[in-house]
């Protein structure tokens, strides 16, 4: 099956570039460039960027994120100013490696924070918005009983009014933290960060939505057998039926229908 070339390195990232400066090349998976990378890259090089300046924006990104990004102008449009797609479905890992990536791993939105935020103590400055309070006080509590030395600007919960958005970017910009965690579930967090982005003046905006309640341990996750074997969205279905169920079976279905599309026209 032909494929597309891999988006190539920016030109200005030379052999000689710190450890985490390259940005990871890109393939397509449904016209999406998601990131062949890994969770240690990947921390490394937003670490590069927070020491850079500016303002950045990653998608952990699943099957349904893709085919919303192909089956959903809107969508594809709100995800626009989003600067990395970053694979976190093995469904995505199996069709990038055919390309050729040998990837060993996703990069999966819970696991990557839980790495990220613990491999990044002081200087690195973290800000949390998402879950429930309860679910807020007791991620950043987990986290600090982990790392010590780990240092939280600011959190609030995802239950806010439309009105206390300004304030909310006002208070990331007076506190100016490194990452901004937001997790308040697709498309909701894409919604904010595609509104917000312009307006917040550095860091990196994370979209990492299921990763606040698993963190801090107030949902349960799928084991480590079934996430191998690209079933987390199984473990999840069994868990909330009601709200999941129309959800895969629409996207689920939609993802495979472009697969097998684009594979009979060569693309």
Not at 115 to 128: A, D, E, M, N
Not at 164 to 191: C, H, M, S, Y
Request: glycine residues 8%; proline residues 7%; charged residues 20%.
């Amino acid at each position: 099956m032909a494929m597309d070339q891999p988006s190539p390195i920016p030109t200005d990232a030379g052999a000689h570039a710190p450890a985490g400066a390259e940005a990871p090349p890109a393939l397509a998976v449904l016209g999406t460039p998601l990131r062949v990378t890994s969770y240690a890259q990947f921390t490394a090089h937003c670490q590069h960027l927070v020491q850079q300046g500016g303002t950045w924006a990653a998608d952990f990104t699943n099957t349904q994120i893709v085919t919303l990004r192909r089956h959903e102008p809107a969508f594809r449009e709100l995800t626009s100013r989003f600067d990395y797609f970053v694979p976190d479905g093995m469904p995505l890992i199996w069709c990038l490696n055919r390309r050729g990536a040998g990837l060993r791993d996703r990069v999966y939105g819970p696991t990557f924070m839980r790495h990220c935020v613990l491999g990044s103590p002081r200087p690195f400055s973290h800000y949390f918005l998402g879950g429930n309070t309860a679910c807020v006080q007791q991620l950043a509590a987990v986290f600090r009983a982990q790392q010590a030395d780990l240092e939280i600007r600011g959190m609030r919960s995802g239950y806010f009014a439309p009105e206390e958005e300004e304030v909310i970017v006002a208070e990331i910009n007076r506190l100016a933290p490194d990452f901004i965690w937001v997790g308040l579930g697709t498309p909701k967090q894409q919604d904010w960060i595609h509104r917000h982005k312009a307006s917040i003046r550095r860091g990196v905006l994370f979209a990492v939505g299921f990763a606040f309640d698993v963190n801090a341990g107030t949902k349960p996750d799928a084991p480590a057998w079934m996430q191998r074997r690209g079933l987390t969205w199984l473990f999840r279905l069994a868990s909330e039926p009601r709200r999941l169920f129309g959800r895969y079976l629409k996207y689920n279905t939609l993802f495979l229908w472009y697969l097998m599309r684009d594979a009979a026209r060569g693309r």
